[in-house]
Nanobody, 115 residues
Framework: QVQPVESGGGLVQSGGSLRLSCEASGKSPNFMDWYRQASGKERELVASISDAGRTIYGESVKGRFTIAMDNAKNMHMVFLQMNSLEPEDTAVYYC?????????WGQGTQVTVSS
């Protein structure tokens, strides 16, 4: 399984928006999710999506973040739309994909929200 690749991170002011992308080549995953890890903290789930379109969100991002597939037929590309960003959202964001029973992590992309 090829490692997924994240993009779209950067620096944004509080209240702003960013869209992260995760691209998974090879066989289409059946599950993809986003985690984040802030400095000195544990990695936490941000959002997940199944190939059936079911989504789950972490409590701290509900109503602000949206996870979606680019193509309803496959999960080669998944987006994370992040709105109303807060300094507390500053972290490295990781994409994780599952093909069958095998999970793969991306390298991560930094998101920094200034106050």
């Amino acid at each position: 399984q090829v490692q997924p690749v994240e993009s779209g991170g950067g620096l944004v002011q509080s209240g702003g928006s960013l869209r992260l992308s995760c691209e998974a080549s090879g066989k289409s995953p059946n599950f993809m999710d986003w985690y984040r890890q802030a400095s000195g903290k544990e990695r936490e789930l941000v959002a997940s999506i199944s190939d059936a379109g079911r989504t789950i969100y972490g409590e701290s991002v509900k109503g602000r973040f949206t996870i979606a597939m680019d193509n309803a037929k496959n999960m080669h590309m998944v987006f994370l739309q992040m709105n109303s960003l807060e300094p507390e959202d500053t972290a490295v964001y990781y994409c994780r994909s599952r093909v069958g029973a095998h999970w793969s992590w991306g390298q991560g992309t930094q998101v920094t929200v200034s106050s």
